[in-house]
Each structure stands twice: as structure tokens, then as C-alpha cells.
């Protein structure tokens, strides 16, 4: 009892040296008092985690924050809307893979430079250097940073540890041993089921988030230096085979109708030996209420392309500073946006379930002892470290690029020309990309 | 004070003919004219919701349709989903209707069951076809291998989509055809089947000579009626396949609706939407002056 309240005062103690130590380098967070914000936000998990917090940022710095928030495909046309009236926004959300360029060129985008880079405005314990690489960059553009990252996901292979310990099978390192694994596996039984190899999304535009990775695992990209389609490349056209042959022959049957949805469940019901699809998926696998492969799942990173590149992509929801604000509501939204990307916060966040882009996050102790699935996390770093921020084509019109590569990935799924698919889909990219 | 009233209420009384119908009229306005009219600007222009104004482009729009490996891929999708469709419920639908069209026991419970179909909301019903057609976990292919034969791939093969649309579709509206048929059937005249009847006719010879002509401008009406929504056929494809695989079941409305609300490209996408009011239009047009030529006879 005795040593207990000794534990208990010395950490009271430290606590309070911390908090003493913190307010020295402190910046002044009252000077903004009396500003009014707006922020725009996607009804996603990390809105529903830092909301009820609000409070105490209104009471340290006296801004008062109002936060609207929709559901996501309400959301992308409310802002739209609103941006492009000019409404009075201050602050919001977007997947910059996704959306930087067309809000960029709309010139909604505040550049956030400025106020990283005055200390008076951003405060050292901020540390700009504690985000993964990966997601500094991807929330640039033309190598200005426009947001800060505060959902952070990847993609990985998840694979049935039990049946490769079972069958006796290392897990892939390469693609020629993804697709040898696959090979093996597809068409086993056990259980009574028949297993297929492999299950990714097949889905035409849906199906582009996951394949991007092996596009750039084989070294192919979106566009060459001149800005061209670069489909009708050897390594374009590699990987848009290899991803159709490996879901033709080693996937479920009807490939090209798999969303994600399709693509987990089949994975879940124990129907096939891997799955490569986002690594938030990780709730899904296992969660014993819907999942039969709960606790059976080990993950790792995507497998290394011919020339040995392994490039996953990275994609992240960040916040940002509205142009059209005005400089003294900019100050204040600046700070709240600060304040939601500290050190504490983001490691609430994470302990919230809701992913990261700090690596002091990660790399707490509070995080490491509840951690149920470290080969999880520890594919997640990797691939946070390695991993490319650009997922989508670098056009304006991302959806409908992303459609048009869709009909090249359905093409391959259903075995035809994919080379003649890949040329006329270049042609086409080039003809409908708005840069 | 009352004088100016009185004035006012005279002014008005005078005009009741520009008064009365002046709220309904502003109504329809905005919500009918105005659209169609900024429609009818913006498949003109070149315009990505968002970025910038809409800009005159006169008619490169529709060069651009002619040029557009997508468009005639969407015509020939509803071409096929369309006549196969309507051709089916019709044959179904009339044959139907004259199964019902004599009372027999319980045949008012088997016509109200028969009509449910008809009756449920369509994107209910094509979410659960769409989990049944499912290849790997879909209800069809786990009876079809139960009783020894081999599963189909459904809505997941460029190959069987039209086709497996196409029974969903008449699986849905058969009942609406019957519906109209049969009302057509019961007011038909008793007096020309006594006649045939006492000349000797079977019953092929009656319903080829008599029935079947009399019937048509009925036909005709249930047709005009049914191709208005299946030429426009949307919510139930877009529930079961969203146009795919691929472009497979992409009729040229589904390709619309995606370059302007997943595209966002106001401009192509109303120039699109004008053609396909087209085709529906001359579709209709045709059909009415079928009828009037039927209802001469």
C-alpha cells in the first residue's frame, strides 16, 4: 500500500515536471482568443474521436471551432459546393492521393509552410519530423505541404498462417513465389471447403487503389516524364497481366464483379489462402462475430516485383487551411490543426483505433502493450516507410483515369488482348486527362 | 383605403386567367423548364462541376459522342437488354393474362401473389438478386450444384450479364404487362367469339383472328408504357452490376450517369442525356403511330 501511493506521488511528480518543462518551450496559445472557425469534416472515425475533445482546445487558446460533419459522399459534395461559392470555411478534410491536385489548381489550398516554419505560431513539442516520410510528401504539392496527415493507411498481403504452417509454406518474399503460393494452395481442400489462392479486387475503377502497388512493385507507373499515359509500357502491361492472370487463376470465380466487400468476405468465410487489400481491413479479419479466420492471420508487405522494387502505396485523410480565409482565422485554424496532430492526440487517436501518421505514436508503449497482431504492425511501418504517396493518376479528372485503367484490369482478369486494352487505354488517358 | 382595395381586388378579379394558375405555373418553371433549359445550355459547354465556369464549346460535345467507343457500346447494351426484355414480357405477359382471364379456384390468390413482383421496390429487389447471382455465395448456384448441375456465373461474365439482367428484368415487370392485358381481355365483346365459336374455330383460330387483333392497341399501350422505363432502365443495373463487368452491361443512360455524377462532367453528360430523351423519344413516337394505325383496323 505504501510503495503503491510512493509510485503514485512520483508520478504525479513527474507529470508535473513534464508539464512545467512543456509550458517553457510553450508558444502562446491565447493569441488567437475571440477567433471564430469553421471546419468541414468527413463523419470518420477520427472526426468522432477528436470532437468531443474540441472542448479543451476552446478553453487553452479561447478560439471557439465549429465542426460540421457529413457522411463521406455528402461530405465531397458539400465542400465542393461550398468551395467553390465561397463559403466561409476555414479548415477541412481531404485524401490528398486523391483530391490535392483538383483543390490545388482550384486554388482552395493554403500552403502551410509559413506556419510550420514560424515559431511563434507552431510549437517545437510539435516535431514536423516525427511523420513517416511517406506522408509529409503525399500532403504536398508542387513541394508546398497543404495538410497534415491524420488517418494514415497502406495495403498488405494477409495470408492463413495456420494452413501455410499446416501445408509447410514460407510466405512470399517475390511475385514469382506470390503467385506459386497462390498456385498451390488454389483449388485445396480443407474443411470440406475448396480454397482458391488468392482473392483481390477485380472491379474495374474500384479494383486501381490495390493494383497501383503492383504497378509500381513492377516498376510501371501512371504517366512517363512527358506527362503521357504510360499504359502501353512493358512494365504497365506486366503488371495489369500479372494482376489479371493471378485473380483469373488463382481467385474466386466472377473476378471482375469483386469490390472490397466481396473480396474480405470471401477471405473471412475461409474460402481463400491470402487477400491483398487495405490494411485497415485488419478489424474485419478479426473480428470473431463476422470473421471464421479470426486470429489465424499473419500480414506482410507486398512482395518484391521482378527487379526487386516492393512499392505499396500509402494514402492518408489530412487536414487543411482554406485560401479563401481570412489571415487572422488562418492563424487560428492553423493552431487547431496543430493542436489535433500533437503528439497526445495522435497517439489517443491510435489507441482509438484510428490510424497514425506519427512514428512516436507507434512506437509508444501504450500502443505496443495492447497490440494483439505486431507482424501487423510491423508490416504497417514498413510499408509506411517505403511506401508512395501518389496512389492515384497525377490528372484533375482522377475518376474518370481511374475508370479507364479499370477496363484494362477487367480486360486481364477476363484473359483478352491486354496489350491492345493498355494501348487504347493510354490513348484514351491521353485524350481525357485534364492536367 | 377600401377604394384602393376594392381597385386592387377588381384588377385582379379581371385577370383570374394569369392570377390563379400563377403559383403552379412558377412552380413548374423551376422545376421543369429551368432545368431542362440549363440542360439545354450545358450540353454546349465544357464543364467539370468545380473547376471554373462552364465554357462554350458549341457542338464538339456531340463529335465527341460519335467518336466515343463507349457510346455505341451503350446503344448496342440497350439495344440488346431492351428488345429482349420488352419482346419477353410481352409474349409472357399476354400469355399469362390469357391463362387468368377465367375464373378458376383461388385464381384471385394466385393473380395477387403473382403481382408482388410488380409490386416490391426495385432497388430492394435487385440488392437481393444481386447476393443470389453472386457466383461464390449466391443461393442459384448453391441449388443449381444441389441438384447435380454446373454453376453459372451470372452478372460476373461479360458473356451471360445481358442475358441474366434480362430475366430479372422480366421477372420484375411481366406482372405490369399481365396487369393491362388482362383488363384489355375482359372488355373484349362476348359476341365475336359466339360467332367463331358456332362457325367452328378452335381455339388457336380465336385467339389468332379475333382476340389478337383486338387486343393490340392494348398491347401497344402496355408496351408505350413499359419502354418508357426500360429504355431508362437504372436503378436495377446499377444495383446488381453498375454497368460491369467492365462495360458489359453499360447501357448508354448508365455511361450518362456516370460522366456526370462520377465524373462529374456536366457538360458531356447532359449532351448524353439529350440523346438518350432522343431515343426514347423516337422510340415512343413511333409506337404511338403504330397504335393509332392499330385502333383504325
Not at chain 1, 492471420?297 to 516485383?305: E, L, N, S
Not at chain 1, 484510428?354 to 505514436?361: D, E, K, M, W, Y
Not at chain 2, 432497388?123 to 450444384?145: D, F, Q
Amino acid at each position: 500500500m505504501k510503495s503503491a501511493l510512493k509510485s503514485c506521488a512520483s508520478a504525479l511528480l513527474l507529470c508535473l515536471g513534464f508539464t512545467a518543462a512543456t509550458a517553457i518551450a510553450q508558444i502562446d496559445w491565447k493569441q488567437a482568443q475571440g477567433t471564430e472557425i469553421r471546419f468541414l469534416m468527413n463523419k470518420h472515425p477520427f472526426t468522432t474521436f477528436i470532437e468531443p475533445r474540441v472542448a479543451q482546445f476552446e478553453k487553452m487558446t479561447g478560439i471557439k471551432v465549429a465542426i460540421e460533419a457529413f457522411p463521406e459522399d455528402q461530405y465531397r459534395n458539400k465542400l465542393i459546393v461550398e468551395l467553390n461559392a465561397g463559403g466561409k470555411v476555414d479548415g477541412y478534410m481531404i485524401m490528398p492521393g486523391q483530391d490535392d491536385l483538383y483543390h490545388w489548381k482550384a486554388g482552395w489550398l493554403q500552403p502551410l509552410d509559413g506556419f510550420i516554419a514560424d515559431p511563434k505560431l507552431t510549437d517545437a513539442s510539435w516535431d514536423p519530423k516525427d511523420f513517416f516520410a511517406s506522408f509529409a510528401k503525399s500532403s504536398s504539392v508542387d513541394g508546398k505541404r497543404i495538410g497534415v496527415v491524420i488517418n494514415a493507411e497502406t495495403s498488405l498481403l494477409a495470408y492463413r498462417k495456420d494452413l501455410f504452417t499446416k501445408f509447410n509454406r514460407k510466405v512470399p518474399v517475390t511475385m514469382a513465389e506470390l503467385e506459386d503460393t497462390a498456385k498451390f494452395f488454389h483449388g485445396k481442400e480443407v474443411d470440406g471447403k475448396k480454397l482458391v489462392g488468392i482473392t483481390l479486387r477485380g472491379k474495374g475503377a474500384a479494383a486501381t487503389s490495390q493494383w497501383v502497388d503492383f504497378l509500381y512493385t513492377f516498376g510501371g507507373s501512371w504517366t512517363d516524364a512527358k506527362g503521357k499515359s504510360n499504359f502501353a509500357s512493358p512494365e504497365d502491361i506486366a503488371a495489369f497481366k500479372f494482376y489479371g492472370d493471378l485473380l483469373r487463376n488463382y481467385g474466386p470465380q466472377g473476378g471482375t464483379m469483386l469490390h472490397w466487400a466481396e473480396s474480405t468476405s470471401s477471405f473471412m468465410e475461409g474460402k481463400a489462402a491470402m487477400i491483398y487489400d487495405a490494411n485497415v481491413f485488419k478489424s474485419l479479419y478479426e473480428n470473431p462475430k463476422e470473421s471464421k479466420v479470426a486470429g489465424l492471420v499473419g500480414y506482410t508487405v507486398i512482395p518484391a516485383g521482378p527487379k526487386g522494387l516492393q512499392l505499396p502505396h500509402v494514402s492518408n485523410w489530412s487536414l487543411v487551411i482554406a485560401k479563401n480565409s481570412a489571415a487572422q482565422r488562418q492563424k487560428a485554424a492553423w493552431l487547431f490543426v496543430q493542436w489535433a496532430t500533437n503528439k497526445e492526440n495522435s497517439l489517443a487517436a491510435l489507441l482509438a483505433g484510428v490510424p497514425s501518421g506519427r512514428t512516436s505514436a507507434w512506437a509508444s508503449k501504450e500502443y505496443k502493450a495492447g497490440d494483439k497482431t505486431p507482424d501487423w504492425t510491423a508490416a504497417t511501418m514498413k510499408s509506411f516507410d517505403i511506401g508512395q504517396g501518389q496512389w492515384n493518376p497525377p490528372v484533375i479528372n482522377v475518376p474518370e483515369i481511374r475508370d479507364i485503367t479499370g477496363l484494362v484490369i477487367v480486360a486481364a482478369i477476363e484473359g483478352k488482348d491486354v496489350t491492345e486494352a493498355a494501348k487504347k487505354a493510354a490513348e484514351l488517358m491521353d485524350k481525357k486527362s485534364d492536367m | 383605403m377600401t377604394t384602393a382595395l376594392s381597385a386592387v381586388a377588381r384588377y385582379v378579379d379581371r385577370r383570374q386567367r394569369f392570377f390563379f394558375p400563377a403559383p403552379a405555373v412558377a412552380v413548374l418553371f423551376l422545376i421543369i423548364v429551368l432545368p431542362i433549359a440549363f440542360n439545354l445550355y450545358l450540353m454546349f459547354t465544357k464543364w467539370t462541376v468545380g473547376l471554373g465556369e462552364p465554357r462554350f464549346i458549341g457542338w464538339d460535345n456531340f463529335v465527341e459522342i460519335f467518336g466515343d467507343e463507349r457510346v455505341w457500346n451503350g446503344v448496342k447494351v440497350m439495344i440488346y437488354f431492351s428488345g429482349a426484355s420488352l419482346a419477353l414480357e410481352l409474349f409472357f405477359g399476354l400469355m399469362i393474362a390469357l391463362y387468368f382471364n377465367r375464373t378458376f379456384r383461388g385464381s384471385e390468390a394466385v393473380q395477387a401473389i403473382y403481382i408482388i413482383p410488380f409490386a416490391a421496390t426495385p432497388v430492394a429487389v435487385a440488392l437481393i438478386w444481386r447476393i443470389m447471382l453472386n457466383p461464390e455465395i449466391g443461393v442459384i448456384n448453391y441449388l443449381l450444384t444441389s441438384i447435380g448441375l454446373p454453376p453459372g456465373l451470372w452478372v460476373a461474365s461479360p458473356d451471360t450479364v445481358i442475358a441474366t439482367l434480362v430475366m430479372v428484368d422480366v421477372w420484375k415487370w411481366t406482372p405490369m404487362i399481365t396487369l393491362i392485358v388482362l383488363a384489355g381481355l375482359k372488355s373484349l365483346p362476348h359476341d365475336p367469339y359466339e360467332a367463331a365459336r358456332i362457325d367452328g374455330c378452335n381455339a388457336l383460330q380465336i385467339f389468332w383472328y379475333i382476340t389478337l387483333p383486338l387486343i393490340r392497341p392494348v398491347l401497344i399501350a402496355a408496351l408505350m408504357l413499359r419502354s418508357l422505363d426500360n429504355l431508362k432502365e437504372f436503378d436495377m443495373i446499377y444495383t446488381i452490376t453498375q454497368g460491369g463487368p467492365g462495360i458489359a452491361s453499360e447501357t448508354l443512360y448508365l455511361y450518362s450517369y456516370n460522366v456526370s455524377f462520377g465524373f462529374f462532367k456536366a457538360g458531356y453528360g447532359s449532351a448524353l442525356m439529350v440523346i438518350v430523351f432522343l431515343v426514347v423519344l423516337v422510340f415512343n413516337v413511333l409506337m404511338n403511330r403504330l397504335r393509332r394505325d392499330a385502333s383504325l383496323v
